[in-house]
């Protein structure tokens, strides 16, 4: 005997309606939401041509460097620390993003006519940024909107970088990647950040740690590579670019990856 | 036209294809409530449409899908904490429950407008934004694949 799909699903249109008083009670709801969305709107709208009209009138226009994506920059930038001056092209030929102030080396103040050369280790820092988070991750998504990076460390057998993305989401990632492999100096390869599977082979990264919003994001596992790196005469680090490839697993899994590049 | 019969008449066919189509009776009903209320606060111009139901379906699928979004993403970000959730089956006849549920979304869709809420196909294309040659063609290849996944004992014409 055939059997009808029809006469199948039809147990499913049986349930019993909302009771109308619960319906107009969201109905109601559902109204009011409405209008205050409206009049806030308005009040946006009076707000956002008032403030139009009175800097127009007033002639009093903010300064566009305020407003500037600091990873568009092409001028120097300066900070309450330090007066500081782009590299020359040879040293940091992508430097375009404004250091970390909080985590500048120590060192003099340069000016224009202190340019420093990749073979000394007093040179202007300078730091590039780019980062590829996850496309499906709530927090962060796309390229960074700005960013800042910056050594905390530059010793023989030790680098430590910081840096600070907002990227195009909503959100804000800070990280820290500590790379102290058991050599005392330090060469183009890749090193293994965490315990990640198959790349036991790998030089441990001593320590990454990422930060999305201000929250932890467990022990990211991934790798990092050092795909340039130049060394000054007195065999410390003049300019290093770094892509990192980390796995975060503290809210759900996903990637964030990035290069640094810095130079000074 | 008044919204009390038309509401009651409606209702339940509305819950039972939001109920095949998010999983969930509990988040149906929430679905269907919710575009029942907002077509009670606009009565005085969704009671004047040649077709309210289509609207009224139009609005649960967008309501229901906004919530699936945002219920997978609270899924994945506390997967970590307590195991997912499993509802009852809503229907007794399992078989037909899988397989409807196993199709692609817009034939699933289609085939509960259909057979569930008993819409014809003009009306389904309003439901689902879509025209009604999709509407057509998406019924018969859900047809097909349910023909397939249960069998020749079951009429899905």
């Known amino acids: ?264 | 036209m008044e919204f009390e019969p038309w509401y009651r008449a409606e209702f339940p066919r509305v819950l039972g294809a939001m109920t095949m189509l998010c999983g969930d009776p509990e988040t149906a009903r929430d679905c269907a409530s919710e575009a029942f209320a907002r077509a009670l606060e606009r009565w005085s111009r969704v009671g004047k449409m040649e077709s309210p139901g289509g609207w009224t379906y139009r609005v649960a699928l967008n309501v229901m899908r906004r919530r699936g979004r945002r219920a997978s993403l609270e899924a994945k970000l506390l997967r970590r904490y307590r195991p997912t959730e499993s509802h009852e089956i809503p229907l007794s006849d399992h078989q037909v429950w899988n397989a409807v549920r196993a199709l692609p979304d817009r034939q699933r869709t289609a085939i509960t407008l259909r057979y569930v809420a008993d819409l014809p196909e003009r009306e389904i294309a309003e439901a689902m934004g879509v025209s009604p040659g999709t509407v057509a063609s998406n019924l018969h290849d859900a047809r097909k694949r349910l023909a397939t996944l249960l069998g020749d004992d079951w009429n899905v014409a």
């Open chain 1, 1 to 264: 005997m055939t059997r009808d799909l029809r006469d199948a699903l039809a147990p499913l249109a049986t349930g019993e309606p909302t009771p109308l008083a619960t319906l107009e009670a969201r109905a109601r709801t559902l109204r009011t939401r409405r209008r205050t969305a409206v009049g806030a709107c308005v009040v946006v709208a009076v707000l956002g041509v008032g403030g139009l009209t009175w800097g127009l009138v007033s002639g009093n226009t903010s300064d566009r460097t305020d407003w500037a994506d600091p990873t568009e920059s092409t001028a120097p930038t300066t900070t309450s620390r330090a007066v500081t001056t782009a590299p020359p092209a040879t040293s940091a030929p992508d430097a375009t993003a404004p250091e970390l102030a909080d985590t500048a080396p120590e060192g003099p103040v340069t000016t224009a006519a202190e340019v420093p050369t990749p073979t000394t280790s007093a040179a202007a820092p300078t730091s590039s940024f780019t980062l590829d988070a996850a496309a499906n991750d709530p927090f962060v998504r796309g390229a960074p909107r700005s960013g800042q990076a910056g050594w905390l460390s530059k010793e023989p057998g030790r680098i430590q970088v910081a840096f600070d993305v907002t990227p195009r989401g909503t959100g804000a990632i800070d990280g820290l990647l500590l790379v102290a492999p058991s050599g005392s100096s330090f060469a183009i390869g890749r090193f293994a950040v965490g315990s990640s599977a198959g790349l036991e082979e790998l030089p441990l990264v001593s320590s990454a740690a990422l930060t999305l919003n201000g929250v932890a994001c467990g022990d990211p596992t991934g790798t990092v590579d050092i795909t340039e790196i130049i060394h000054s005469t007195d065999g410390r680090i003049a300019s290093l670019r770094l892509a990192f490839d980390l796995m975060c697993t503290q809210s759900g899994e996903y990637p964030v990856r990035g290069t640094v590049s810095m130079a000074g």
